[in-house]
């Protein structure tokens, strides 16, 4: 575990960075575009190239790639240096061309993903999207970089490449706010140039987070040498095992898209409470779990792979339950936390300039819904790579499948019976109860394939978590309470109620947790005392 504990810990500091950046980007973007008509067109078409990046390019990296990436370092003599040559170069070529088809496609792409807009919205979005859309082949390179970096357990770059990508774009969207201020939210108003510093701006920061990758690749050894002998691309291996991946993508993009095309229909409905709202709660809701889980999963999925190449299948038990372990422990309280204090996160960072109190508050509740899922989200994602590491994409693809159905069947039910208001509330609460059917299943399929998890001894360590974290959300809650009777809810009053509920009530959980000997806690605070010591 310790070894787990200190790659983590090294990633999770990037991370950490990367995603308090974030913060600010979301925070100070929101201000300056608001939630409305324009902040709905520029997150549709701001997640349309992940969309496209991830159903063809991006699920295959982390499920199919990796694991050979370090199956050939073992068996080609040269240790997989031409492979990973010829997979950086079809994997340029084939992003260069996804990305001009996705260009010239943009209209089409934002009716797919849009409800219910107006001509000039629908226009704003598609010119959004031709700015943006070109960053997918710098995302795809990116991501292959970081792919090759992570099989040499080289995974600094990789989660501190996207603070300059953070950077930049705060820099985009200060410019644009002061140049524009309330008029900013305007798509009737708003001109080409103007969509142009927002698109282009965006596209700028991922060609920066991806020169940062490939610097980082040559630093360790890397040189990029252009190979079209395919006929040892070992393509046919790759096309077998990620068949089930690209359904598995193409079915959660299916998901995705019904999320989507009702979170845009509700916005027409009741204006703020829209697709702009669900994105940002959804960003604010990965933060823990990218500190946290992502850090995790990383440094599993090369050990775990290297266990089943090995025949080593005690290894692959080892790394599963340390990693869900390592994860559970702060992601539990920071579930209850975000359930109990989301209004107060999202007024601190979204009631500024065009944006209000109330739209903030509304992006909380969702966050707050979100919070349930935190914890079944993030262990279903280490399920799946114990999936991975066997070469196996054909059994999450039934996995997305299942929870697809699910999603898709709680969010359509939403939209026709709630109040507008509450719709985008609903789909999120869709969200949580698909992530923990869907991880009860993958861990009956996923035991099963390793011979065991442990289920009665992560169910007792959670119990023991939850239950340490309880006086931390009920002291939350009270200063929640005696903060709003004193004040209000605005900026300041909110800043008090995380300082005081969430920092106090973090502290409050580590210190019971400590005491009730759960072990992950005590290893996290022994390497904090540790380093204070020296």
């Known amino acids: 575990m310790s070894r787990v504990l200190r790659a983590s810990a090294i990633m999770a500091a990037g991370t950490m960075v990367s995603r308090v950046t974030g913060f600010v980007r979301t925070a100070v973007l929101a201000a300056a575009i608001g939630t409305f008509a324009l902040g709905d067109a520029y997150n549709v078409a701001y997640t349309i190239p992940f969309t496209l990046f991830d159903l063809l390019i991006g699920g295959v990296l982390s499920s199919v790639v990796?694991?050979?990436?370090?199956?050939?370092?073992?068996?080609?003599?040269?240790?997989?240096?031409?492979?990973?040559?010829r997979l950086m170069t079809i994997g340029f070529v084939a992003l260069t061309l996804l990305a001009v088809v996705a260009v010239a496609l943009a209209g089409p792409l934002i009716s797919l993903y849009s409800t219910d807009w107006g001509p000039r919205q629908t226009e704003v979005?598609?010119?959004?999207?031709?700015?943006?859309?070109p960053q997918i082949a710098f995302f795809g390179v990116g991501a292959i970089a970081g792919a090759i970096l992570n099989t040499r357990d080289r995974f600094a770059a990789p989660m501190w490449a996207p603070v300059l990508n953070n950077i930049v774009m705060i820099g985009v969207a200060v410019v644009y706010y002061v140049k524009l201020g309330g008029a900013g939210t305007d798509v009737d108003t708003i001109s080409d140039a103007d969509l142009a510093l927002l698109g282009l701006g965006t596209t700028a920061g991922i060609v920066a987070q991806c020169v940062v990758l490939v610097i980082a690749l040559h630093?360790?050894?890397?040189?990029?040498?252009?190979?079209?002998?395919?006929?040892?691309?070992?393509?046919?291996?790759?096309?077998?095992?990620?068949?089930?991946?690209?359904?598995?993508?193409?079915?959660?993009?299916l998901g995705f898209l019904v999320t989507t095309k009702l979170a845009t229909g509700a916005g027409e409905r009741a204006p703020g409470a829209g697709n702009a709202a669900y994105a940002y709660a959804y960003q604010l809701f990965?933060?823990?779990?990218?500190?946290?889980?992502?850090?995790?999963?990383?440094?599993?999925?090369p050990r775990m792979s290297r266990g089943v190449a090995e025949g080593r299948l005690e290894t692959v038990r080892a790394e599963f339950s340390s990693g869900v372990r390592l994860i559970s422990v702060l992601l539990v309280?920071?579930?209850?936390?975000?359930?109990?204090?989301?209004?107060?996160?999202?007024?601190?960072?979204?009631?500024?300039?065009?944006?209000?109190?109330d739209s903030a508050v509304y992006i909380g509740n969702v966050l707050q819904v979100f919070g349930l899922s935190l914890v079944p989200f993030s262990i279903f994602q280490l399920l799946l790579r114990v999936f991975y590491s066997f070469g196996d994409t054909r059994t999450p693809a039934f996995l997305a499948l299942g929870n697809v159905t699910v999603n898709a069947t709680l969010s359509v039910i939403a939209y026709f019976t709630l109040p507008a208001k509450y719709i985008v509330m609903g789909l999120a609460f869709a969200f949580t109860v698909a992530y923990v059917v869907g991880s009860a299943v993958a861990w009956v399929l996923?035991?099963?394939?390793?011979?065991?998890?442990?289920?009665?001894?992560?169910?007792?360590?959670?119990?023991?978590?939850y239950l340490a974290s309880l006086p931390a959300a009920a002291?939350?809650?009270?200063?929640?309470?005696?903060?709003q009777e004193l004040t209000g809810l605005d900026a300041l009053s909110a800043a008090i109620m995380l300082a005081a509920g969430g920092g106090l009530g973090m502290v409050l959980y580590l210190a019971i947790a400590h005491r009730m000997r759960i072990p992950e806690v005590s290893s996290i605070v022994g390497m904090v005392a540790g380093r204070v010591g020296r």
């Open 219 to 253: 630093r360790v050894g890397f040189r990029f040498r252009p190979r079209f002998d395919l006929r040892n691309a070992g393509l046919g291996e790759m096309g077998r095992t990620a068949v089930w991946t690209f359904a598995y993508v193409g079915i959660s993009q």
């Open 333 to 357: 309280p920071a579930g209850l936390l975000l359930m109990v204090l989301g209004p107060a996160v999202t007024v601190l960072i979204f009631s500024w300039g065009n944006m209000t109190v």
């Open 446 to 465: 996923a035991s099963r394939r390793v011979e065991g998890l442990g289920g009665r001894k992560v169910a007792a360590g959670l119990s023991r978590m």
């Open 475 to 483: 002291l939350a809650l009270g200063v929640l309470w005696i903060t």
């Open 286 to 301: 990965q933060l823990p779990y990218g500190i946290i889980a992502v850090s995790v999963i990383t440094a599993m999925l």
């Open 125 to 133: 979005a598609v010119r959004l999207a031709q700015f943006i859309l």
């Open 66 to 85: 990796v694991p050979m990436i370090i199956r050939r370092q073992q068996a080609d003599p040269d240790g997989g240096r031409a492979y990973e040559q």
